[in-house]
């Protein structure tokens, strides 16, 4: 059973540029949660995605967007890129009317 | 403000020496606490979900222990493999979201 996987693993961008990060959910789940994380910090919530909606968001700039397709799949974009948007980022799923959340191993995102 | 608080930030042990990690909330309304271990450059990995105060759950050394304002992580009889941080969430009970502590960093000392 493939757990949460996300692509790519790591990403080189700079500033001003947008860019796309993807995540396939854990089998059977249907929601998934972004979350930034900084080095040496927890996880931030971003949003999160049920039946292809944004159902809750955390304290980030519109420039964060997302989105979840028909197969629970979902895709983070981040518009013009700032430096301090370097960060992991990682992509939790879980069933909607459960709430353990399993997360993938992230994408290591570097803006110069 | 909901506020999640994880100490100390690092510890290293002795292999076998036991310790506790501790999690204090402050929180509006808890539906549950939530430990997780994450290695270097991974994601996290989930332990344990704690719901009521005075609830234990027990995974080979961890064990881990819910009060009205705080958790604690036990580990018992540490081996260099347990060496990761461990972080600690909360979710509220108004919505699905988790808020994170920092972590504690544990390394393990053979």
């Known amino acids: 059973d493939a757990g949460v996987t996300q692509s790519p693993t790591h990403l080189i961008k700079t500033r001003g540029q947008q860019v796309t990060l993807r995540c396939s959910p854990k089998?059977?789940?249907?929601?998934v949660s972004w979350y930034q994380q900084a080095l040496g910090q927890g996880p931030q919530f971003i949003f999160q995605y049920y039946e292809e909606e944004e159902r809750q968001r955390g304290n980030f700039p519109d420039r964060f967007s997302g989105h979840q397709f028909p197969n629970y799949s979902s895709e983070l974009n981040v518009n013009a890129l700032l430096l301090g948007d370097s960060a992991l980022y990682l992509c939790?799923?879980?069933?909607?009317?459960?709430?353990?959340?399993?997360f993938g191993a992230g994408t290591r995102l570097s803006v110069l | 403000e909901d506020q999640v608080t994880q100490s100390p930030e690092a510890l290293r042990l002795q292999e076998g020496e036991s310790s506790s990690l501790n999690c204090s909330y402050t929180?509006?309304?808890?539906?549950?606490l939530f430990w997780y271990r994450q290695d270097p450059g991974k994601g996290p990995e989930f332990l344990f979900t704690?719901?009521?105060a005075g609830e234990e759950k027990e995974k080979e050394r961890l064990k881990a222990t819910l009060t009205k304002k705080e958790s604690f992580l036990h580990i018992t009889a540490p081996k260099p493999e347990d060496s990761a941080t461990y972080l600690c969430a909360v979710q509220l009970n108004t919505g699905n979201q988790f808020y994170f502590g920092t972590g504690t960093s544990l390394t393990v000392i053979p």
């Open positions: 704690l719901y009521s």
């Open positions: 939790a799923s879980t069933h909607w009317a459960k709430n353990i959340q399993y």
């Open positions: 089998s059977g789940h249907d929601t």
């Open positions: 929180v509006s309304g808890l539906r549950g």
